[in-house]
């Protein structure tokens, strides 16, 4: 089993920055791809980035250039650097990782809401 515990969201104005952990614990060594997911109300939970075991990533159109997923395998941390933030964005971001043989377990986090004010 994967626990996935995120924190790092909060208010913020436009243009500003911030930056969301996801502390990963349990059967790390299982864990193949990373990602973060938002979910604004009223919309479909979409993939905001994500991360394999080797570092290679992938970053929704929306946000490429201003957002910046990474991972500190040592802390069994994922991060997502969030910079130039966009009323738009705001959501609750989650946490996403998945883990076995054929990636065919997935986990969540419980969520951390993200607001822009414009």
């Known amino acids: 089993q994967v626990r996935l515990v995120e924190s790092g969201g909060g208010l913020v104005q436009a243009g500003g920055s911030l930056r969301l952990s996801c502390a990963a614990s349990?059967?790390?060594?299982?864990?193949?791809?990373m990602g973060w997911y938002r979910q604004a109300p009223g919309k479909q939970r979409e993939l905001v980035a994500s991360i394999t075991r080797d570092g290679s990533t992938n970053d929704a159109d929306s946000v490429k250039g201003r957002f910046t997923i990474s991972r500190d395998n040592a802390k069994n941390t994922l991060y997502l650097q969030m910079n130039s933030l966009k009323p738009e964005d705001t959501a609750v971001y989650y946490c996403?990782?998945?883990?076995?043989?054929?990636?065919?377990?997935?986990?969540w986090g419980q969520g951390t809401q993200v607001t822009v004010s414009s």
């Open positions: 349990g059967s790390i060594s299982s864990i193949n791809v």
């Open positions: 996403h990782a998945l883990s076995g043989l054929y990636n065919n377990y997935s986990h």
